[in-house]
């Protein structure tokens, strides 16, 4: 599920059905006084709910901002208005798959995805400056992530995911937290070979750019072709929240001009 621009302001706070899911539009209230989390009407109003909306204006998502709706969560989506998201926010959210983070985002806090075993692939914007001890840790699933060389990220973010292993180079950002030492960030950053697999993982990627690429590569291939973990454009670009492009539409567009013709 992915938010157009035009749609943010037709949503107010409240939990409310959304493309057939109960879903939360947070607007940074307090959610439940701990006082009456007891009380099974309150139970009952949270713990139903799917996906959050976080509504333009919230700057901060703050430390156990959603633990009362926590068990079924599956998406969250963020206002470009937030630019941090302190410690354990996300701690544990076992049936999180899909997250959309701020464009603006600065901060990811210290096991802020912590145990989010349904996590597959996360994408975080070139804005964000620091990602905090065990942010990801014990997401076993977590394969596809996609990170600008610029970041810190602090030993142990990524430990017990499928993207560190026990390789030599791995071992080294163990040790130093240098992200630069781990193959999958530089296939992404800085590797030519690896143009189309950054250019779908980037923020907003066009039809046109990476139809041009396509073109430049040689052919739809280029599009299956896999980086060093075994990860290909195709996959970044339908994991990636951030584009709108659809790969049928490039597939034609490409089989009408250089097969048919």
Aim: a neutral charge; proline letters at 4%; hydrophobic letters at 40%.
């Amino acid at each position: 599920m992915r938010i157009q621009t035009e749609e943010w302001r037709k949503f107010i706070p409240g939990i409310r059905m959304y493309k057939g899911k109960k879903t939360l539009f947070y607007n940074g209230e307090i959610l439940w006084d701990p006082n009456d989390w007891s009380k099974p009407l309150v139970r009952e109003k949270f713990q139903a709910i799917k996906d959050i909306i976080v509504l333009p204006g919230v700057e901060i998502i703050s430390t156990n901002a959603f633990d009362c709706c926590k068990e079924r969560i599956e998406t969250v989506i963020m206002a470009d208005t937030v630019t941090r998201i302190e410690q354990g926010s996300f701690y544990e959210f076992k049936k999180l798959v899909f997250v959309k983070l701020s464009r603006n985002i600065d901060y990811i806090g210290s096991s802020a995805f912590r145990g989010c075993l349904s996590l597959k692939s996360f994408f975080v914007p070139p804005s964000c400056r620091e990602i905090g001890d065990c942010a990801f840790k014990r997401c076993f699933n977590l394969l596809i992530f996609n990170l600008h060389q610029h970041t810190s990220l602090r030993i142990w973010a990524l430990v017990d995911t499928s993207l560190v292993t026990n390789s030599a180079s791995d071992e080294e950002y163990r040790i130093t937290g240098d992200i630069r030492s781990i193959p999958w960030v530089k296939s992404i950053n800085n590797d030519d070979e690896y143009g189309l697999h950054r250019l779908c993982s980037s923020m907003d990627p066009s039809e046109d750019e990476i139809y041009q690429m396509i073109c430049e590569k040689g052919g739809l291939h280029a599009m299956a072709k896999k980086n060093c973990i075994g990860i290909s454009p195709s996959e970044y670009l339908a994991s990636n929240p951030y584009a709108d492009v659809d790969e049928m539409k490039l597939i034609k567009r490409f089989a009408l001009k250089n097969i048919i013709a």
